[in-house]
């Protein structure tokens, strides 16, 4: 019996160490608004360990959405991505950043809506809670 309210304490040790370790982590966004006259305009930030920021823009089906990421700064290996997000979606993209050989995506909309252009770590970076600081040039015609 003892052995066994042994391995219940542990198992419940475990599983609080882990979400202790792993804290959920606050996720941030912003509507991008393009100056008037323009369509196109750059915005900038900084990403840390497992967070990721969206920038939320509106389209019409059959635009392109072009966008192409610039590393400022970082405190470790630069591995920062961004995907592109569908109206409606959370988590399945159009555009993977990760698949892109130079950073730089375009993309034909398929429909109207508000698109998340996600900046987001991999890798070291990530797990090792390291910043990159960032900017992206995004347009759409």
Known sequence: MALLSSCRQIGLTAVLAAAV?????????????FPAGSDGTTVSGSITGHAYF??????????????????????GDGSVYFNVLPP???DVAIFVGSMAVDLTAKVKLPEAGDYK???????????????????VDISIR
Not at 55 to 73: P, R
């Open 88 to 90: 409606g979606s959370n």
């Open 21 to 33: 370790a792993h804290p959920a982590l606050a996720q941030e966004s912003a509507t991008v608004h």
């Open 54 to 75: 969206d920038y939320v823009l509106g389209a019409n089906a059959g635009q392109t959405m072009s966008a192409s990421l610039q590393i400022t700064e970082t405190n």
């Open 117 to 135: 252009l996600r900046v987001y770590l991999m890798g070291n970076d990530r797990d090792a809670g390291r910043s990159v600081a960032y900017t």
